[in-house]
């Protein structure tokens, strides 16, 4: 192997990462080759002045210096219960996503007979957006924003079943909303400290 | 001792008493780690304390399975190199602790006095060439040299891929030998 072989494959060999009949043509030739030699040498040298590097001694009250940050933070179990919130507005507006799609559905795939049934789905529509109502009338930010989202929810799906030309507009408008109103509030909710979301 | 699983699932039940069991375990790695990028004491006490803030709000997103400190260690790296894009240019070079030559570890006792200098000098300079390059290169040298971690584990922290935390480690140590210049040495 030359020099200018051997040069370009000196960090890897110094890290061990080529394959063993290379590595062995690099130690021929590091042995024939001071200046090669010298230069694996040099980053040794480098690696070994890091790894020797003392370790700092941060402030003795940096510790306390974090609690007292910490304090100022909401407890971790509150903390819990506003994501538990999150999920339960997620559940209950794919609940009534799904059962609004049911009911438009129905009518279309299943017998007259059947169609009737379409009435007691509306009912069940109702109750779901109640019951959605009622978890979010809990005392926090994102709970009411989420009982607003349902009545727009709600509206909007009296106005797509009337607009729609079609039932596949009808459902890619329905499920598109959907998702972009959960990861936009998803990922609001990342973004923003919890503490904000708070009343308490 | 309680392991950081269960001060973990402690603090999850609203036990701020655990959380300070945890900083009081990993702050001093934590803060060596984003020392050594940034290079000034105070930048990596503030950084230090927003670490651990970012760690307890996000500590239910946290899988007990992991490492806790590899967590921190990628929390703290992503706040360091934040830093440093907004800092630009470095305002200061590495403290002067450093450079007034403390005791270097794990040498051994049959170091002499005069190459503990030599080695000290040498460290001076290559930390201070490390202190030069871009945010993410020094990221990748602090983590495989000062903190010891292997370059899947480097990859894993920095959420690179392994090729690319290979060509950074291999052109930030060609950029620090060519700063620092011929180093001295360790001993024989």
Redesign the interface.
């Known amino acids: 192997m030359k020099c200018a072989n051997v040069r370009p494959m000196l960090e890897e060999y110094f890290e061990g990462l080529i394959a063993d009949r290379r590595a062995d043509a690099v130690a021929a030739h590091l042995n024939t080759c001071a200046a090669c030699a010298g230069e694996l040498r040099q980053i040794e040298l480098v690696a070994g002045a890091l790894a020797t590097v003392p370790r700092a001694a941060p402030a003795g009250n940096l510790p306390t210096a974090i609690s007292l940050r910490i304090a100022g933070l909401p407890a971790l179990r509150q903390q819990r219960v506003v994501t538990g919130w999150r999920w339960v507005g997620v559940i209950a507006t794919i609940s009534v996503v799904c059962l609004s799609v049911v009911s438009y559905l129905l009518p279309v795939l299943v017998s007259e007979e059947l169609a009737s049934s379409v009435a007691m789905l509306g009912q069940i529509r109702e109750v779901s957006v109640l019951v959605h109502n009622w978890f979010a009338a809990a005392p926090d930010l994102l709970a009411a924003l989420w009982l607003t989202l349902g009545k727009v929810w709600w509206w909007f799906t009296l106005a797509a079943r009337a607009a729609a030309p079609t039932i596949g507009v009808y459902l890619a408008a329905e499920i598109g909303i959907l998702v972009a109103v959960v990861l936009v509030l998803d990922s609001r909710s990342r973004r923003m400290p919890v503490r904000q979301t708070l009343l308490t | 001792m309680r392991d950081d699983s269960e001060l973990i699932t402690l603090?999850?039940?609203?036990d701020?008493d655990a959380?300070?069991a945890l900083?009081?375990r990993h702050?001093?790695a934590i803060?060596?780690m984003i020392?050594?990028m940034l290079g000034n004491?105070e930048d990596?006490?503030d950084l230090?304390?927003e670490a651990?803030?970012r760690i307890?709000?996000r500590?239910?997103t946290f899988h007990l399975d992991r490492s806790l400190l590899a967590w921190a260690r990628t929390i703290a790296s992503n706040l360091s190199i934040d830093f440093l894009r907004r800092r630009g240019t470095p305002a200061v070079s590495l403290?002067e602790?450093?450079e007034a030559g403390?005791?270097?570890?794990?040498?051994g006792p049959g170091v002499s006095p005069e190459d503990q200098l030599e080695?000290a000098e040498?460290?001076r300079?290559?930390?201070a060439a490390?202190q030069q390059l871009p945010e993410r290169q020094r990221a990748v040298?602090?983590l495989r040299?000062?903190e010891?971690l292997k370059?899947e584990e480097i990859a894993e922290t920095l959420r690179m891929p392994l090729g690319t935390v290979?060509t950074m480690?291999?052109r930030g140590?060609?950029a620090?030998?060519k700063m620092?210049g011929?180093?001295s040495?360790?001993p024989t």
Do not use: P, W
């Not at chain 2, 603090?11 to 609203?14: F, P």
């Not at chain 2, 403390?102 to 040498?107: I, K, P, T, V």
């Open positions: 603090c999850l039940a609203g701020r959380f300070d900083v009081a702050y001093r803060y060596n020392y050594r004491s990596a006490a230090t304390q651990f803030v307890y709000t500590l239910d403290d602790r450093i403390e005791q270097h570890a794990d040498l080695m040498d460290s300079r290559v930390l490390v040298l602090v040299h000062i010891g370059l290979k480690l291999f140590r060609e620090v030998r620092a011929e180093l040495g360790e």
